[in-house]
Structures are given as C-alpha cells and as structure tokens.
C-alpha cells in the first residue's frame, strides 16, 4: 500500500514515519520540507503550563500525548541515531508581580482540578532553584510534568529515516474519480497516484483545490533565538514561562547553553517578524530572567501556526480515499505522538478511538451551526 503525505512538518514526517513501520510505502510532497511552523516552534511538551480556561476538550488530547512522549522520542533517537535534546527536566512558571501571582494561583487551581501536578512556591524559593530569576517574581508553580524537546532535532531525525520519500513540489490539488481521491496533482504538472492521501499540510491544507473548505486561520509567531554569554552559562536549566501583565512569555534552554524567547501571537496576516512582536518579547523576559539583556540574538523567526476555532486538531477522512490531520495550533509539537498515531490508524484501517475522532472530527463545527449534538 502507499500513502501520499502532503506536508513535512513534524506532524505529516511522523505520520510518514508510523505508516513506514506498518509496512506502508510513502511519498512525502513539500516544497520546503521541515520549514514551517515545527522550524520555529520552542518544544514544550506542557500538558499543564499549555491549560487554559475555557478549552476542556484539549487538555485530555494533551496529556495523553505526553504520556506517549518518552516512548515515540526513545524509538524516534533509536532509529536515527540523533539526539533530540529530550529533556525531562520541570518547567517553572513565575509571576511578573502581584497581579500575575493572583492569576497564576488561579490557574494551578484549574491544574490541579484536572488531576495534574502542581506546587506553588514563593519568589524566594524560586530563585533557589533559579538564581538568574528577576527579584520582582512573586511566586512560581513547579510542574514536574512539563519537558522539553528540540523540535528541529525531531524534524532532522525523521528526514533522516524518510528523506529518500521526499518529493520537492507544491501540491495544487487532489485527483478524484469523482467518487474518492486517487492522488494529487503538482505545481510542475506531475500527478502521484496512491492508495491514500494524507494532508497535513498545516495551515496551507484549505487551498488545496479539492480539499473541503477548512475553517483555519493563521496564527503568526515570532520566536528568538539566544546564545548566552559563557560566564553566565547555564543561565537558566529549567524552562522559565512568565506571566508579566496577564501576557505569556517562555524560555527554553538547550544543552549547548543556547535558548528559545517566545512566542508573539498574533493574526495580523504579517508574514515577516513584527517588530513589536520582538520588543514585547524582549521587554517581558526581562522582568522575569533579566540577564537576557546580556544575550546574543542568533535566529528571529516568524511563522504561522494553523488553528482551528476551538484549537483542538482537525483529523478525520475526506473521503475513502484521503485523511486530514491539521489544525494543531500552538500544540503541534506535544500533540505529535498522539496525532500521528491516530492519523496513521485512519489510514490504515485500525480500530478507531471514536471519542477521540469525535472530538477532532474536522465536521465538528458544520455540525454545531446545523444544531446537531456530537
């Protein structure tokens, strides 16, 4: 059986990677293999630090992927020989002030409620644990649970297993018998016929000719990179998420002392880096780690992410012959071991987990505006 895999980003490269596994041969269609969102995303795997209010359906689909990580990463380094810069170490989240700290409290209130583990400390204990943290943090929360991974490194080692598979073109549409898709037809005129189909082309997947309409949208984020000076080095070894005026800010270190500021949100429709994208990012990290003032900027990118309404993941079937798995907004990282599993099921056939499919059916909001209950 071969499978056609719109997409090389984390989500359609690991998708190709499961199918592999199952015996499946795939071709993997991207112009720009492993460039889009997945090359600028930081890689939290924060199935608690990423809860927020108001999007329940998302946080069971978050920690069951997490729950997944250690494995898919173990077998994923195995395979490649790569390191992916897997780090299990605990993520800290301060408050900017006394303000934040109210908010934060609130929300490791809702943390605990879904059963995750929390523990709140004070400012004080926090810079114990994180010497470089500002004086003016109020309060932190410990979340043993939330790790990190390299996303680039992840992409590198699948292109690794996978890139004899790759096919540098654009997909401009699906090819249909009128009753399923058979294939796809590429910007250079060639057609690539396949057993199945599979989008994951980001938040690119809507103007895909034959593709149903999608409600995305593009969610653009401007992300820095820093290499912090040697005599301050490690400057922080945990990831640092700041609250500073109710406003998100994060930064991850890497094993080579280098880190990852993010991450602006904005649906501006401006493709290239926002200026005050940066400045923000720059001015909150301060009041939190202010010895980012003494680092070198190496990397500024700026991508969109795709995000569904609700952003909970779009994964479903087209037709018998195509699947799309898109959607993942800020989550495409940590919701990778779960999103290409299922994906990869939908292909081939395996036994469904129909609450899940229920829950990132794709038809999900044509069925809410016709009234009708999921």
Do not use: K
């Not at 199918?19 to 460039?35: A, H, Y």
């Not at 608690?48 to 329940?56: I, K, L, P």
């Not at 058979?182 to 690119?204: K, S, Y």
């Not at 071991?337 to 794709?362: N, Q």
């Amino acid at each position: 059986m071969h499978a056609v895999i719109v997409g090389a980003g984390i989500i359609g490269l690991a998708t190709a990677w499961r199918l592999v596994e199952r015996g499946w041969s795939v071709t993997i269609v991207d112009p720009s293999p492993g460039e889009g969102a997945s090359h600028a995303a930081a890689g939290m795997l924060a199935p608690a630090s990423e809860v927020v209010w108001g999007q329940t359906p998302l946080y069971p689909l978050m920690m069951r992927s997490a729950e997944r990580y250690p494995a898919f990463a173990e077998r994923l380094a195995a395979a490649s020989g790569h390191d992916l810069h897997y780090s299990r170490t605990e993520t800290l989240v301060c408050a900017g002030d006394a303000a934040d700290r109210a908010s934060l409290i609130e929300l490791a209130d809702l943390q605990r409620s879904l059963g995750l583990a929390v523990d709140v400390i004070t400012g004080s204990a926090a810079r114990q644990l994180e010497p470089a943290l500002a004086p003016g943090v109020a309060a932190a929360v410990r979340l043993s649970g939330d790790h990190s991974i390299d996303p680039r490194r992840v992409v590198a080692a699948l292109l690794s297993l996978l890139g004899g598979s790759l096919v540098r073109h654009r997909v401009e549409a699906l090819i249909s018998d009128g009753t399923r898709t058979r294939g796809v037809a590429l910007a250079d005129g060639q057609n690539l016929v396949a057993d199945q189909v599979v989008v994951c082309a980001g938040a690119d997947a809507g103007q895909i000719e034959g593709m149903p309409e999608l409600p995305l949208r593009r969610v653009w984020g401007d992300v820095l990179r820093l290499s912090a000076p040697r005599p301050l080095r490690p400057l922080v070894t945990r990831t640092i998420r700041g609250l500073v005026r109710g406003r998100p800010v994060y930064l991850v270190p890497r094993p080579d002392g280098s880190l990852v500021l993010g991450a602006s949100v904005r649906e501006d429709g401006v493709s290239g880096i926002s200026a005050g994208g940066v400045h923000q990012l720059l001015r909150d990290i301060e009041r939190v780690v202010p010895g980012v003032e003494e680092c070198e900027i190496t990397d500024i990118t700026a991508r969109a992410r795709p995000g569904s309404p609700d952003d909970v993941p779009m994964i479903g079937r087209v037709d018998d012959g195509c699947v799309v798995s898109t959607g993942y907004f800020r989550h495409g990282i940590l919701l990778t071991p779960l999103g290409s599993e299922l994906t990869a099921d939908l292909v081939t056939g395996a036994p469904p987990d129909d609450e899940l499919l229920r829950t990132v059916d794709p038809n999900r909001f044509s069925l809410l505006r016709q009234g009708v209950p999921r």
